[in-house]
């Protein structure tokens, strides 16, 4: 660098300062910028480092609520097999039950329908028998009614022909 005189040498070499000292000022405030963004990205870097910590913790719950939902799953399966079961024993033991009530009352109702024609053949039989003693007792009246009056008349006819005898076996006879 050759140059005319010493002042321009000199504003030559302030104005290369001014150039350089902008250049360090620009560098400076980059530099500033890149430590500020460094500074953000840690800070992201490490808020990120926080919540993959957080959603690590969150998996390994949901794992454990999964697991714990699965086992609760088997248990109701479980307790719902059970019911069912109870619910088909206790079903097949009413109608067993059922069953045989049926078939208890349809005995006891043909048992009763038997004794109740049984009884109303006794019923229409004594009915009969009263009848046939009415008829009886009537046609024994009549016999005595007869034989009384036989008697009758046989007492007036013996008193007539025996003296006293009949009278006293009239007598004894009414």
């Given at each position: 660098?050759?140059?005319?005189?010493?002042?321009?040498?000199?504003?030559?070499l302030?104005?290369?300062?001014?150039?350089?000292?902008r250049?360090?000022?620009?560098?400076?405030?980059?530099?500033?910028?890149c430590?500020?963004?460094?500074?953000t990205?840690l800070?992201?870097r490490?808020?990120?480092?926080?919540l993959?910590?957080q959603l690590?913790f969150v998996?390994?719950?949901?794992?454990?609520?999964?697991?714990?939902?699965?086992?609760m799953?088997?248990?109701?399966?479980k307790?719902?097999?059970r019911?069912?079961k109870?619910?088909?024993?206790?079903?097949?033991?009413?109608q067993q039950?059922t069953?045989?009530?049926?078939?208890q009352?349809?005995?006891k109702?043909?048992?009763?329908?038997?004794k109740?024609?049984?009884?109303?053949?006794?019923v229409?039989?004594?009915?009969?028998?009263?009848?046939?003693?009415?008829?009886?007792?009537?046609?024994?009246?009549k016999?005595?009614q007869?034989?009384?009056?036989?008697?009758?008349?046989?007492?007036?006819t013996?008193?007539?022909?025996?003296?006293?005898?009949?009278?006293?076996?009239?007598a004894?006879?009414?």
């Amino acid at each position: 660098l050759k140059f005319a005189s010493l002042e321009q040498q000199s504003t030559f070499l302030v104005a290369e300062r001014d150039d350089a000292t902008r250049v360090l000022e620009e560098t400076r405030e980059r530099l500033d910028e890149c430590k500020h963004e460094l500074q953000t990205a840690l800070d992201f870097r490490s808020e990120n480092d926080h919540l993959r910590l957080q959603l690590e913790f969150v998996q390994r719950d949901n794992r454990d609520l999964e697991a714990e939902r699965e086992d609760m799953k088997e248990e109701f399966a479980k307790r719902i097999a059970r019911m069912q079961k109870v619910y088909q024993d206790e079903t097949q033991t009413l109608q067993q039950k059922t069953t045989l009530y049926k078939a208890q009352l349809e005995k006891k109702t043909s048992t009763m329908e038997k004794k109740k024609a049984k009884f109303a053949a006794q019923v229409i039989l004594s009915e009969r028998r009263a009848q046939d003693c009415k008829r009886l007792a009537h046609e024994k009246d009549k016999e005595i009614q007869q034989l009384k009056r036989q008697m009758e008349m046989l007492c007036t006819t013996s008193q007539d022909e025996l003296p006293g005898g009949l009278d006293r076996h009239a007598a004894h006879a009414s």
